[in-house]
């Protein structure tokens, strides 16, 4: 039978009613005849519970034993949702993430995933047994167990599907799939039938929050389909593929079966699906722009402030440089990062600020980023001007600028990113005639 892993996330399995509806869900797949995996989040707020318990008694929790605690949410859930299970007559086993095969790194906290060898849950699955792992979770090589971050129970479950050859990984949420921006602050966004693994990478590294960008790494990396949709119903959501079968099957509206394998619609693989320039637009108000003022003006300079930079934080997306009008010998440089992000680098470029030779710093936090993000931007040069007509026609003010292949960001004031976000999403064409449903309710 085709494998499908199933991802539950926290508000899926809050309490009790929410537990059996679950159980009840992953029982009418394996009666439809799919072999099943699951992976399941901690109940609801546990995880925040367990982290103001730490508090209670640390102020400074060791990593270790942080990690140790944390990872108990998970197995209450597993366990329950097993018993769940046996109550409506199917055999299931939990399992913690080391029990499942999960090796991590040494990273307490923020671990990441360096092999899964998956044999006790493959074996439950031969014997008829539905496995439930605790997401979120694994070990390193001294055995210690590890949590693996924001988004760690997307990600166990992708790795795991990987492992386990599935057809599809779906991630069940509160929401029934992505959107072409979020319905709370654009009424009329549209759900996404279907989404590239780059493109959902763009999003999600730039707003959107129903998936994590390392799960869809993952994904991409071993050609894994994602299915984001809802636990609270039987409605088709968002693929995220590189498959053309996969993108057939999102386009395809008379598909029956919601857990069908996109390898049962092969026959669907030459139907055209026109894809429009602008998949979606994000937006995000965890950003801070940070300047440094009056640099000298002299090869090196940039070079040497993005090593003190990046040598504090990950990643730094948005730079912009400016000359003052005068011929000072002076540069201005800033970057936007997010929140954490910019104040750790500010205190790095101020430890160096003698070496570096700039004059100040400042931080602003009253900023945002939209995103319009698109595999039609690649042919299609013009989006630059349309995005800043829109911008301009409505008097929004864009600090700085980044552009990849399929994706263009600006940093504005933050008084106006939701507009920004508005404008832009009726500029491309996005806007539905009906208002968008979240939560079985309009989202205006």
């Not at 049962?264 to 030459?270: G, V």
């Not at 540069?331 to 750790?344: H, K």
């Amino acid at each position: 039978m085709p494998l499908i892993v199933q991802k539950y996330g926290g508000s899926s399995v809050a309490d009790s009613d929410r537990l059996r509806m679950v159980a009840r869900r992953i029982a009418a797949t394996r009666e439809a005849g799919h072999d099943v995996a699951i992976v399941v989040s901690a109940m609801g707020d546990t995880t925040d519970e367990l982290l103001q318990l730490a508090r209670g008694v640390s102020s400074e929790p060791v990593a270790r034993e942080l990690d140790m605690l944390l990872t108990a949410g998970e197995r209450i859930s597993t366990s329950l949702l097993a018993m769940a299970l046996h109550e409506l007559g199917h055999e299931a086993a939990s399992f913690t993430g080391v029990q499942a095969g999960l090796r991590t790194d040494q990273a307490f906290g923020d671990a990441r995933i360096l092999d899964v060898q998956p044999a006790r849950i493959a074996d439950a699955i031969a014997a008829g047994v539905i496995p439930i792992v605790a997401g979120f979770q694994g070990g390193n090589d001294d055995e210690d167990v590890t949590t693996l971050g924001r988004g760690g129970s997307d990600t166990t479950a992708v790795a795991l599907a990987a492992a386990l050859g599935a057809e599809v990984c779906e991630i069940c949420t509160d929401v029934d799939g992505l959107y072409t921006a979020d319905p709370r602050v654009v009424p009329h966004a549209q759900r996404l039938p279907y989404l590239s693994t780059e493109e959902a990478l763009e999003l999600t590294a730039h707003g959107a929050k129903v998936l994590h960008r390392r799960s869809v790494e993952i994904a991409r990396r071993h050609g894994v389909s994602l299915h984001v949709r809802s636990s609270f119903g039987e409605t088709e959501g968002t693929w995220i593929s590189d498959d053309p079968v996969a993108t057939a099957l999102a386009a395809d509206p008379l598909s029956s079966d919601p857990h069908a394998s996109v390898h049962q619609h092969a026959d669907l693989e030459e139907s055209p699906v026109e894809q429009p320039i602008i998949s979606g637009v994000t937006h995000t108000d965890d950003q801070s722009m940070l300047t440094v003022v009056g640099a000298p003006d002299v090869p090196g300079t940039a070079a040497a402030i993005f090593a003190v930079i990046t040598g504090a934080v990950a990643t730094v997306d948005m730079v912009g440089q400016t000359h003052t009008a005068a011929d000072t010998g002076l540069i201005d440089f800033s970057f936007a990062l997010p929140m954490e992000d910019a104040t750790r680098a500010a205190k790095a470029l101020q430890r160096e600020q003698d070496r570096l030779g700039f004059a100040t710093l400042t931080l602003t936090d009253d900023v945002g980023k939209v995103s319009v993000v698109g595999d039609g931007m690649r042919s299609t040069p013009q989006v630059s001007a349309q995005l800043f007509e829109a911008l301009s026609a409505e008097g929004i003010t864009v600090h700085l600028i980044a552009q990849s292949e399929i994706r263009l960001s600006v940093v504005v004031p933050l008084e106006q990113l939701e507009h920004a976000t508005r404008v832009l999403h009726g500029a491309f064409g996005l806007d539905a005639v009906e208002l968008a449903v979240v939560h079985g309710e309009a989202a205006a």
